[in-house]
Every structure is written in structure tokens, then in C-alpha cells.
């Protein structure tokens, strides 16, 4: 076995309990494989879970991880980072804990920069609860809990993200492991917020979004200037006439992230070093 697969089975938690075919079991893969690739091991970086089917990762991934509470993946992820900034933080979680639940977690992260890798499973339901509308899914989506369709137009959370603060965000398929893991490094190795929407079919309660949905409707980025915010939005937008452009679609290298910006944090003091928590004098005089 080579070393990338050696880690990779160190990342390995429980075997999946998802539903044969779901979209989240290329995803595991991928971030196992972003992981390895990086030759990162478990006890190398944190993850927040949200809760869901995709949360349910927490069993399925080897890692320091908190299956947190709905909506909360991030804002626990925030206080992971600020007090333990030298290692890499990725969020785990779906469109509706981390666009719905967590929407407002969501937006001021984006504007803080935190220096998060946020890995959304998007399948436009709410899929452990058996299918009811996500905050993505398109007006007239007929599910258990809107029978007659959905009246609200979907969440943009690619445009959100670009236009919030978020100084990273991508957008990929959950049927190709290494455009995703591709993605997930570009994220992780991208000082600030970064986002990662993973199009994600949900086999079981989605009829609509499927596998081939998406095939006929995503295509991969070539010649897009992710620089660029305003070309970044158009092609955010793409996704109201149900067109999914793949790959990198916005990075701003120029801001720093949240901690970079602490007074006081600077090379490898965290905030867990004891000297910062216990001795006033030394804050004092760094507020003074
Ligand atoms: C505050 C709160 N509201 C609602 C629930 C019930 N609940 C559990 S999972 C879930 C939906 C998860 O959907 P999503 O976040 O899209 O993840 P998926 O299962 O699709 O991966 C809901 C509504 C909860 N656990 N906590
Ligand atoms: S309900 Fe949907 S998202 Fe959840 S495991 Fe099954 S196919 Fe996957």
C-alpha cells in the first residue's frame, strides 16, 4: 500500500450508512482523498458536522470532529479556528443546515473571512428528514412538506458567498472525486473562508435532481478569470436559468483572514497558549 492510500485508510471511520447510490459516498472519497493527498492525518485537523445525512460523516470520517447542532457547524467551526488557528478547519454539512438553519451563520462568516474550508452537500433537500424542501430547491419543487409546490425562489449560495465576503468559493460534482478533491485543496490551501457547494443527488427523495439532471446541466470552467467579482456573479447566477458552471469561480488572495487580524494573534499564539488566557497584564498592555 503506498502512502496515500495508508492514509486514506487511517481516515476511515464506520462503513457509510447512506442509501446505495447516494451522491455522498463520492464525497467522502474525495475529502478522504484531499486529506491523503495533503498527507494529512486524523489528529491533523478539526471538523464540524452539521446535521443530516451528510453530517452523518462524523462516523464515516476519521478526524479531532463535533457532530454539532443543526445550523451550527460553522459558528462552532469559527470558535475551533480561533482558538486553535495553525490547523486546518473544514465544515461538513447540507444546503439546509448550512444555507437554511445556519444561513446567518453562513452570511457573517463570509464577511469575517474565517479561515474555513465549508463543504456543503448540495441536494436541494432536507434528506434525513425524508425530503422536505431546502432553501435551494426551485419555486414549484413539490415535496412532502409543499405539496403544491414551493412558492419562495431558491437561495443563490454561490452569489451570496461572493457578494458577502467569502473569499473562495467553487462549486463541483459529487460524481467526480478527483474535480472535487481537486476542489477541497484549492479550499483548504486558500487563506479565508472558502466554500465548496458540492452538487449532490439525493437518490432516495429527490426525483428531480439527479445524477442526470446534472450531467446535462453542469460544465467545467475554462478561460473564467476567478479574480474577477463581477464575472464570479455572472456565472453565479448561471444557476437561475438551471446552468451549473463547475470549478473555481471566485478567489481574492488580498484579505487577510479573521485571526491574521486579532489583535495580538501572530505566528503560531493561539489563543489556547495559557500565557494568553491567564496573564491580564500582557492583554492589558496589548489593548493599551
Ligand atoms: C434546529 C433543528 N431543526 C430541525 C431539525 C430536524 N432535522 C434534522 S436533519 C434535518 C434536515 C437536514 O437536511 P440538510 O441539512 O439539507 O442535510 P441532508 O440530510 O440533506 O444531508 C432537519 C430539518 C433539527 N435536528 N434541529
Ligand atoms: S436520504 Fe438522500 S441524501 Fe440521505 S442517504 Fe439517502 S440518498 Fe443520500
Redesign the pocket.
Known sequence: MNDTNLLIKDLTGYPPTWCPGCGNFGIIRAIRLALAQQNLTPSDIFVTF?????GNMNDFLNANSMHT???RAIATAIGIKLAHHTKPVLVV?????LYG?GGNHFLHACRGNHDLTIIV?D?M?????TGQV?PTANKGYKSRSTPSGIIETPINALALAISQGATFVAQTFANDAKHMAEMITKGMQHKGFSVINILQP?VTFNKINTFEYFLKRSYKLVDHDAHNMHSAIIKSLEAMEEKFPLGVLYENKDRLPFHEELLGMDGNDTLLSSQRYTDYDILTQRLS
Open positions: 452539521d446535521i443530516g445525512c451528510s447542532l443543526h445550523g454539512g447540507g444546503d439546509g443546515g438553519e452537500h441536494n433537500v432536507y434528506g434525513l428528514t431546502a439525493c
